[in-house]
């Protein structure tokens, strides 16, 4: 079962979902079939990906946030707040309470700082904070 696995994950997904179904429902399966080591990793790696999800969405927000900030009079301004809300949505509609202790808000907030470009329509940036000024629950709280 693990060739399987290493070989087409998405076969391997479905018939182990097949055979946990069935033996939720009482039916007796082949227990050798059923691939524990990689199903364990396989539901470790689903909140994993959420998380990183999240934190991506975060990042791209506070992104979006320092560039209105550092660029104001930019026509793209507007474009900006608009993604920075959509990413701070995006990020609230997948974020679980367990969450929140496992969210580093300054590093993702340095992540920010790093992706931001040195200029922008040959203007440098307005001086931006170096820490983060919002907190994790103002990030996902509905405006």
């Not at 301004?77 to 995006?90: G, I, K, L, M, T």
């Not at 990020?91 to 790093?114: E, G, T, V």
Request: charged share 30%; hydrophobic share 40%; proline share 7%.
């Amino acid at each position: 079962m693990g060739d399987l696995y290493e070989d087409d994950i998405l076969l391997w997904s479905e018939h182990q979902a097949d055979l946990l179904r069935r033996r939720a429902a009482g039916e007796l399966v082949n227990e050798a079939e059923l691939d524990w080591p990689n199903i364990a990793e396989e539901i470790e790696s689903v909140g994993s990906e959420q998380l990183h999800a999240v934190e991506s969405f975060l990042v791209q927000a506070l992104l979006h946030d320092l560039k209105a900030e550092a660029w104001p009079l930019s026509r793209d301004v507007p474009h900006w707040r608009a993604e920075a809300r959509r990413f701070r949505d995006d990020a609230a509609s997948r974020f679980a309470p367990s969450m929140q202790q496992r969210i580093d808000i300054a590093k993702i907030y340095r992540r920010a700082l790093r992706a931001m470009p040195e200029t922008m329509g040959g203007q440098p940036p307005l001086p931006v904070p170096e820490s983060c000024p919002v907190t994790l629950d103002e990030l996902l709280a509905e405006d």
